[in-house]
Structures are given as C-alpha cells and as structure tokens.
C-alpha cells in the first residue's frame, strides 16, 4: 500500500492490541514520506517497541505520525503517563541474560532524536527519524 504523504500531514493510529495494523499503516506512511531501506526498517520497529510499551506500561494511547523536509516524526500518547524519565535511565546496552526488558533500549539505537514530556500528567513520546541518518550514530534523547 503506497501513500504520498505531504509534508506537514498528519496521520493517527489508536494503540490497541492489533500492533500488527499499526506497523503496516506506519510502513505505508513513511514509505510515502520518502523514507526507504534501514530508515523505513527502524519507523516501523520503533513505531512497534513505543506501542507495545504504551500498551504494557499505560494500556495504549494514540500514535501520530507526520512528515517534513528533514524526515518523520512519531508520537506516542499515553493519557496515563505511565510512560516516564525512568524508563530511559540506563544508559548502557541490556543485560539479555537478565531478562531486562530491551525495548527502550532499542528505541534509543533506532531514533534520531527521541523527547519526552511527562509534565501534564500524560506522557508524549516523540520519536524522530532523519531522511538519513546520522554520521557519527549519536542519538538525542531529552526530557
């Protein structure tokens, strides 16, 4: 399924547990928004850890994705704020054989820039992906 995506259009997704129709929607939307290859791979991997976290941690929310010049952006809204800085603590790679759950971990590798407001009592999760992405493999990740 291919889509044209406009630069500053705006699609949303409920987080339910059919993740299976989140990722094709949100591999349809960044392939129409230019993305290709390992980008378009890391969109819909990210897209898919964010909404299983929202549904494992706050009982889903909504995930909007839109497009500019520069890329895609994904946002995970989580009305119960379960979502919080404390999630993103660890720096260092997972301990596998300790059973430490990866997923946010693995967010970090995939994104660009990842931001996190957790101020209203809600959590916004955004994710953003580069048309390319970056040189040096360093990745932003604020509160």
């Given at each position: ?95 596998l054989l300790s059973g430490q759950d990866i997923g946010f971990w693995l967010l970090r590798q995939l994104c660009d820039e990842i931001r996190l407001d957790d101020s209203d ?23």
């Amino acid at each position: 399924m291919a889509i044209d995506v406009l630069s500053g259009f705006r699609l949303e997704w409920p987080i339910t547990d059919d993740v299976a129709a989140l990722r094709a929607g949100v591999r349809a939307f960044g392939t129409g928004a230019g993305l290709t290859g390992k980008r378009l791979m890391d969109l819909v991997i990210a897209a898919n850890e964010a909404a299983t976290k929202a549904l494992e941690h706050g009982g889903g929310g909504t995930l909007i994705a839109w497009s500019d010049a520069g890329g895609v952006s994904l946002e995970i809204v989580d009305v119960t704020g379960a979502l919080t800085m404390a999630y993103w603590t660890v720096d260092a790679g997972p301990d596998l054989l300790s059973g430490q759950d990866i997923g946010f971990w693995l967010l970090r590798q995939l994104c660009d820039e990842i931001r996190l407001d957790d101020s209203d009592g809600s959590t916004r999760l955004h994710l953003r992906f580069h048309h390319r992405a970056r040189q040096n493999g360093g990745r932003r990740v604020s509160a």
